[in-house]
């Protein structure tokens, strides 16, 4: 479906948890986030519900997130329900890659085509303080899983934080040399939550070019994301600046929370609710939702939060 503004709405992110194993801090307060009551949450069918009345709209990518999709007991059944969806033709799945090393090989038996894994730094003292409570050695393990278990496509996502990983970008980046993945740099957003808020913690990704005076631009397209290559190197360099350059004209998303609200945009307050709608009802609110999908979102800086309502964890990346 186009939206307003000509956009055709055909990617839909859904996060199946607000959970997670790990708190890295511009995502998740340190104590963690209180689990819901169970009924407030969207079912597995719901779920798989939710995205038959988005393949109707015109849907034809689904990512799974969260929280941490990985953690989420039913994850490869809620998978196995999403990729048998008809219509759905790309199927892909954010993780921080630390149950990857035991679930990698089962997803893509479930039918998930290609997988992101979050790697913020090769450090292992700087992971472990970053996120609190996970180890580096089980996210580069989930990361050969992956490579193993035959996705059509990995990636990696690290998010630029200044006075933490500026040091490890060509490093970071270098991992495309090693490996047959793309390493994209992303923009810190000021979510709500977030405990890394100043502005010397946000890096624009101009910076990185700067720090990579080898890479060139590559001459394929993906998505949201500008794309280079070092010489030599196996996979790409991806760019993705929502501060410093605002990607709102090509923005085909919705997203979908685990308490089952339709986001139609990432920094606006808007929601929908899904739960306990049928088919038809939850087509009818996909439709609103295109309907309400603002032109592009409000300012958004290290000085203007976004006006989202809900940290990171809670909406899905
Ligand atoms: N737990 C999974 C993971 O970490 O990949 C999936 C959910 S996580 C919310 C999705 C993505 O959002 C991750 O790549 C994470 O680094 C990114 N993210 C979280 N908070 C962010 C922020 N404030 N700015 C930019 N990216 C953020
Ligand atoms: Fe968990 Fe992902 Fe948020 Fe880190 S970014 S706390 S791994 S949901």
Known sequence: MQDTYGRNISYLRLSVTELCNLRCRYCMPAE???KRNHAEMLTEEEMVRAVRAAARLGVTKVRITGGEPLFKPNILSICRGVCAVEGIRETALTTNGTRLEALAGPLRAAGIRRVNISLDTLDA???AWMSRTGRLEEALSGIEAALEAGFEKVKINTVLIGGFNGDEVADLANLTRKWPVDVRFIELMPMPGSGLRD???YIPCSKVLEWLPEAQPAKVHDGVARLYRLPGALGNI???S?????FCAECNRLR???DGH???CLHSGDEIS???LDEEGMLEAMKQAVRMKPRQHEALSAREESRSARPMNRIGG
């Open 238 to 240: 991806g760019l993705i």
């Open 242 to 246: 929502p501060l410093s350059n605002h």
């Open 274 to 276: 899904l739960k306990g």
């Open 125 to 127: 003292r700087k992971y």
């Open 32 to 34: 963690g986030i209180a």
């Open 262 to 264: 339709l986001k139609p």
């Open 199 to 201: 502005e010397e913690a």
């Open 256 to 258: 979908l929370t685990a």
